[in-house]
């Protein structure tokens, strides 16, 4: 992973990655004794760097996660979208293929809600 990242940008990936502890970016910066806009700073560094350590979603991969994480059916996102069944399954495909197989393994991950925001303690 460590792609002349540094070590403190190394670190607060890992704090907030799914992947690893998947804290909260609040959570994070209080671990690290920094403010969380000096977070998001290392985080962008890192991703400039490194970026396929953050992968981008299309504005509909971001709208079928958010409804997956609601709890929503395929069938549902599907007549949502207009779209058919199938599509809304390449959909999830290239969700899981951007962020459920970072480093070549499969990623635990919690969809964020904002009342999550430090409350998560530690990754399941």
């Not at 350590?53 to 079928?64: D, G, K, S």
């Not at 979208?81 to 959909?91: A, G, Y």
Request: net charge positive; hydrophobic share 40%; glycine share 6%.
């Amino acid at each position: 992973m460590k792609k002349n990242l540094t070590d403190k940008q190394v670190q607060a990936y890992r704090l907030v990655s799914g992947e690893h502890e998947g804290r909260s970016t609040a959570d994070a910066a209080k671990k690290m004794s920094i403010t969380t806009q000096a977070l998001n700073r290392l985080l962008k560094r890192a991703e400039k760097k490194c970026p396929e350590l953050f992968p981008t979603l299309t504005p509909q991969e971001a709208e079928v996660k958010l409804l997956l994480a609601m709890g929503w059916a395929n069938a549902d996102i599907a007549n949502k979208l207009q779209v058919n069944l199938s599509r809304v399954s390449q959909i999830t495909g290239a969700i899981e293929e951007k962020q459920g197989t970072a480093c070549g393994r499969p990623v635990k991950m919690l969809s964020y809600q904002p009342w999550m925001d430090g409350k998560i303690i530690r990754r399941f």
